[in-house]
């Protein structure tokens, strides 16, 4: 079974679209978050929510919209996107209690032309 | 805050050589510290992890780390490597206390050559 799975695997779309991507996790953990890795696989943090309640949020543009609505889902709408906005979105979970192992998804791949 | 440096953005090897891939971390309070594999077009996978304790740390196939604190070390290391290993290879580090976020060096690509 899939630990943590995100859907779509693979988006493309053109510029001033808006998407949504998917995550799931049957870890029982209670914190998600979602990372970015850029075209030359820098990885930062972007959002991290706690039993649906957002305690991380990375000087990201307003066009990105976490929403969590359990704690076993942790979804990412995008407004309005841009060229720039093409990466490769991660999902990962962690436990309550440190050292906070994260456990991560396969990845959806964006592509904005 | 923490930071982390890994020197080297690419490394070739031959296959059944040693490998080293170096990281480098700061922090200003206790760290945890983690390597990460990313074979091509997957997710991150935990390879291992420094809590505490004995600072020689082992993990999945057949990698070890060492955790060094004077020097702000944790490299990662592999005896003989095979060509399945090639992958991009992250650090990562938490600090003990502040957010829950891992913050990620930039990677180091292992090419493993026949």
């Known amino acids: 079974d899939t630990a943590v799975s995100q859907t779509p695997k693979y988006l493309v779309t053109q510029m001033g679209n808006d998407k949504s991507i998917k995550c799931e996790q049957n870890?029982?953990?209670?914190?998600m978050y979602w990372y970015k890795q850029d075209s030359k696989k820098f990885l930062k943090i972007m959002f991290s929510?706690?039993?649906?309640?957002?305690?991380i949020n990375e000087t990201v543009p307003n066009r990105f919209s976490p929403k969590s609505p359990d704690k076993a889902h942790l979804n990412l709408h995008i407004n309005s996107l841009e060229l720039g906005d093409s990466a490769v979105y991660f999902c990962?979970?962690?436990?309550?209690?440190?050292?906070?192992?994260?456990?991560f998804g396969p990845g959806t791949r964006l592509t904005v032309t | 805050a923490q930071s982390v440096t890994q020197l080297d953005s690419q490394v070739p090897v031959f296959e059944e050589a040693p490998v080293e891939l170096r990281c480098n971390y700061s922090?200003?309070?206790?760290?945890?510290l983690f390597w990460y594999v990313q074979y091509p077009n997957q997710g991150l996978q935990l390879l291992l992890k420094?809590?505490?304790?004995?600072?020689l740390v082992k993990g999945i196939n057949g990698f070890e780390a060492e955790f060094n604190k004077s020097q702000t070390s944790f490299h990662l290391r592999k005896p003989s490597v095979h060509i399945s290993d090639t992958a991009e290879y992250f650090c990562?580090?938490?600090?003990?206390?502040?957010?829950?976020?891992?913050?990620f060096g930039s990677g180091t690509r292992l090419q493993v050559q026949p």
């Open positions: 870890l029982g953990h209670d914190t």
């Open positions: 922090s200003s309070v206790s760290v945890y």
């Open positions: 990962a979970s962690s436990g309550d209690r440190a050292p906070y192992e994260q456990y």
């Open positions: 929510y706690n039993n649906k309640e957002l305690i």
């Open positions: 990562a580090v938490k600090g003990h206390t502040g957010r829950r976020a891992l913050t």
């Open positions: 420094y809590l505490s304790g004995s600072t």
